[in-house]
């Protein structure tokens, strides 16, 4: 399994920007889909973005959607999550994660970064 460690957290008052990071380690980073998940207080997890393994693609949760810009550097075996016009309700522990492409869950999971959004 591929190594995951984010970064990048902390407090933004809404409206600001916070990037988080997600360093990839262990296997070949561009054989893996890379996603994004986010868990605030009480609540499921859930699913806010993913870039393929090629790169190619991207796709959003809506309620992220123009918000948030998910792109990878594959030289430093490394996603960032760009998020802009935070939101209190954006308040949550951020997760990446990484799929092999071949496989159909994912299967490494990073320890978490706060991000906090005070109104």
């Known amino acids: 399994q591929v190594q995951l460690v984010e970064s990048g957290g902390g407090l933004v008052q809404a409206g600001g920007s916070l990037r988080l990071s997600c360093v990839a380690s262990g296997r070949t980073f561009s054989n893996y889909d890379m996603g994004w998940f986010r868990q605030a207080p009480g609540k499921e997890r859930e699913f806010v973005g993913g870039?393929?393994?090629?790169?190619?693609?991207?796709v959003y949760a809506d309620s992220v959607k123009g918000r948030f810009t998910i792109s990878e550097d594959n030289a430093k075996n490394t996603v960032y999550l760009q998020m802009n016009s935070l939101k209190p309700e954006d308040t949550a522990v951020y997760y990446c994660?990484?799929?092999?492409?071949?496989?159909?869950?994912?299967?490494?999971w990073g320890q978490g970064t706060q991000v906090t959004v005070s109104s």
């Open positions: 870039i393929s393994w090629s790169g190619g693609r991207t």
């Open positions: 994660a990484a799929r092999y492409y071949a496989a159909a869950d994912f299967g490494s």
